[in-house]
């Protein structure tokens, strides 16, 4: 009988666990790119597009191209010359600073 409540006990605390490291995964703050997945073939003009999450006011994405900051993007690459290419998408502060909370990176090949 203390075998049985004791894997319980230790089943309830798991689950707590869990629960727990579900709840705080679901509010850290996050960025995410979207499409293109990474690896995909895009043509010279595409676009883009990510998931900021749970960031602080005032935070806000910046993209960049082969490590090149793309300042005021909109969203859409235009007249990416052929080849491999990484995109990496950071989260900045309201002073334009990298936040140092999050980036995801992709690389994508343009084709003809």
Same mark, same amino acid.
């Given at each position: 009988? +203390?075998r049985v409540?004791?894997?319980?006990?230790a089943? &309830?605390? !798991? #689950?707590a666990? @869990?629960?727990?490291?579900?709840?705080?995964?679901?509010?850290?703050?996050a960025?995410?790119?979207?499409?293109?997945?990474?690896g995909?073939?895009?043509?010279? +003009?595409?676009?883009?597009?990510?998931?900021?999450?749970? &960031?602080? !006011? #005032?935070?806000? @994405?910046?993209?960049?191209?082969?490590?090149?900051?793309?300042?005021?993007?909109?969203?859409?690459?235009?007249?990416?010359?052929?080849?491999?290419?990484?995109? +990496?998408v950071?989260?900045?502060?309201?002073?334009?600073?990298?936040?140092?909370?999050?980036?995801d990176?992709?690389?994508?090949k343009?084709?003809?």
């Amino acid at each position: 009988m +203390t075998r049985v409540r004791l894997s319980a006990c230790a089943l &309830a605390i !798991a #689950g707590a666990l @869990a629960v727990s490291s579900w709840s705080a995964a679901e509010n850290t703050t996050a960025i995410n790119i979207i499409s293109p997945r990474n690896g995909e073939t895009v043509s010279n +003009t595409f676009d883009i597009k990510y998931e900021l999450r749970n &960031a602080p !006011a #005032g935070h806000h @994405a910046h993209v960049y191209l082969d490590g090149t900051y793309q300042k005021g993007f909109k969203g859409t690459f235009t007249h990416v010359p052929k080849g491999e290419h990484t995109i +990496t998408v950071t989260i900045a502060d309201h002073d334009h600073k990298d936040a140092g909370m999050a980036t995801d990176s992709i690389t994508v090949k343009v084709g003809e």
